[in-house]
């Protein structure tokens, strides 16, 4: 079977912008396509530029967007690609400079990784064996992760802000919180480096990161796991955490969110903040979102009460 695919090129010193090049290639049963990218290199354009070393998924090195979505081109099938979109479409990861057709640079995301000190901090004690087999099982697989950028490429906040520091670095970040070796100061201190902007907060779990992982490491999931370590630590003075402890106090006090008083628990005491949600606070009288002070509260909130204080 004779397939077209379509490949974005560009070259920074010689193309003005991005362009398409299609190729036309004999596809074999089981075909990766990374083998059809090896194939039109070596028999069709040998400029094609792309980068790959293992070919057992396990290196991470060939992450491309492949028909829109971020992949690794050495587990992708050819045949089930043409056969769910009806045609391929390769480019490199997005939101990351292109270095020369399907390469991008890494530079800034391997600046993210080190940001957050992937390495375990003297915590003064060595933990005994039984605390490290404990830590070893919270780290939910994020010690799987292989670096390939995927998650990176489908971030919606990297798309907007470069700065983020990005699900594969805050996964990563989590695995040494999770670890029993590391304790006391120097958690607290990893905890409180990520409570700022740019950091664990920011993520707007928009479950893309998890969709395009090709190791299941769930970066989405790690990072929630990071607020909620970071919160029963005692990190809550930013918005993110006070909107999540306002929440629980809320349904807690009432059984269901009391929407007027919501906006007020993250915001604080702060009058500044106050007269700034104040327009948004009328918006939601005249909608009907703001409870009347004078309805009857809800029937058995002790209940709801009880089923928080199980989860705790």
Known sequence: ?????????????????????????????????????????????????????????????????????????????????????????VGPLRHLPVLKDLSVDMGSFWGKVRAIEPWLRDSGRQAAGGALAAGASRFHNVDACIMCGACVAACTVHEVDKGFLGPAALAKAYRFVADARESGPARTSRLAALQGPTGMWDCTRCNFCVEVCPKDVQPMEAIIRLRREAIESGHTGTGGARHVVGFRDLIARFGRLNEALMPLKVIGWSLRKFLRVLPLGVRMLLKGKVPSPLHSSMDGPERVRALLERRR
């Not at 059809?36 to 998924?57: H, P, V």
């Not at 050495?74 to 391929?88: A, D, P, Y």
């Open 1 to 89: 079977m004779r397939l077209a695919f379509t490949i974005q090129r560009y070259h920074p010193e010689l193309d003005a912008a991005p362009h398409d090049e299609t190729y036309r290639l004999d596809v074999a049963r089981g075909m990766t396509v990374l083998d059809a990218l090896i194939r039109i290199k070596n028999e069709q354009d040998g400029r094609l530029t792309f980068r790959y070393s293992c070919r057992s998924a396990i290196c991470g090195s060939c992450s491309m967007t492949i028909n829109g979505g971020e992949k690794l081109a050495c587990r992708t099938s050819v045949r089930r690609e043409w056969e769910r979109h009806g045609g391929l479409i």
